[in-house]
């Protein structure tokens, strides 16, 4: 596949939970940007607002004295421009690919000003019960499509069975993986078939969305993305921001809300299927991986 392809494919897929949108939300005017007041409302742009703990969340905001309305979105290629053009004050939605994406092909400078969750994509095994004990020489089946190999070769690593060259990135292949310094053989399958593949190999990378359908749970993982591997910064999700908002202290105030409500952390769990980690990755470290991303995605043009 053309590196053109690969990015395109790698960068239209998010590492969330399906979300059903009912409404495209419309805003109107929230006042000066960065200026948010007790008695203003803060609109943040979601895919996905008819999620319970959404409602859970406008209501912590509420009792922290902050009016939130959630602003629904139908389609992910609608929140950064809303955000970028002053519609909306924050969105969240997406992961820091995405968001690197976005402002490298549309010249913006939207900002990450907090962590939510990362949902990891999970090693799973019929046959062992742990990493260790997959024996070495072994067969891990993983996802053909460009958007979760890459990722997928990361866990691999992660979890001390390949080694990738050059320590992998956002748009490894298994023509990265150092064999000598590797394990476990990869051996690539459609994401459909990774699971019904588990009595054939020792193990397989399985997408979120067939956990369920193939008997397991999330809980069942015996490896997935470790939130605190830089290689996993770029999958957490996140509030953004518009860069001359980084520093609001009523934005900064919603994620904080966002992150330490139990009432919500837990809704977003259970919406997840318990797939979802909650984060508090530090902003610094997020503004930094998105700076690196996008570096990646200017080289590959």
């Known amino acids: ?28 005017n929230a006042g000066t940007a960065g200026e948010a007041a007790d008695n203003e409302t803060v609109r943040i742009g979601v895919v996905g607002a008819s999620d319970p703990y959404w409602e859970t969340y406008v209501d912590a905001a ?24 002053g519609e909306i004050d924050l969105n969240q939605f997406q992961h820091i690919i995405y968001l690197a994406d976005y402002n490298e092909a549309n010249n913006q400078d939207l900002v990450p000003i907090g962590a939510t969750a990362i949902y990891p994509l999970g090693l799973y095994s019929t046959q062992y019960e742990s990493v260790e004990d997959i024996p070495d020489g072994a067969t891990v089946a993983v996802p053909n499509d460009p958007s979760n190999l890459a990722r997928a070769l990361l866990v691999l690593q992660s979890a001390d069975l390949i080694t990738l060259k050059g320590g992998g990135s956002i748009y490894s292949t298994s023509a990265e993986i150092d064999e000598a310094k590797s394990r476990v053989t990869v051996t690539e399958l459609d994401p459909t078939l990774t699971a019904t593949s588990l009595p ?70 259970e919406n997840a299927g318990g797939t979802a980690v909650m984060v508090k990755t530090p902003v610094d470290d997020l503004l930094e991986s998105l700076k690196t991303v996008q570096e990646q995605i200017a080289e590959q043009g």
């Open 200 to 269: 054939d190999v020792a193990a397989a990378i399985i997408n979120n969305d067939f956990i369920t359908d193939s008997g397991l749970e999330a809980s069942d993982a015996i490896a997935q993305d470790d939130p605190s591997d830089p290689n996993a910064l770029p999958y957490v999700n996140i509030f953004a921001a518009r860069s001359e908002d980084a520093d609001n202290e009523t934005y900064k105030k919603l994620v904080e809300i966002y992150q330490d409500s139990k009432a919500v952390t837990d809704g977003v769990v």
């Open 62 to 85: 509420a009792d922290e004295g902050i009016d939130v309305e959630i602003v629904d979105f139908s389609d992910y290629n609608q929140p950064n421009p809303a955000l970028a053009e």
């Open 1 to 28: 596949m053309k590196k053109s392809s690969l990015k395109k494919s790698i960068l239209a897929s998010l590492a969330v939970v399906p979300l059903a949108a009912l409404l495209v939300g419309c805003a109107g």
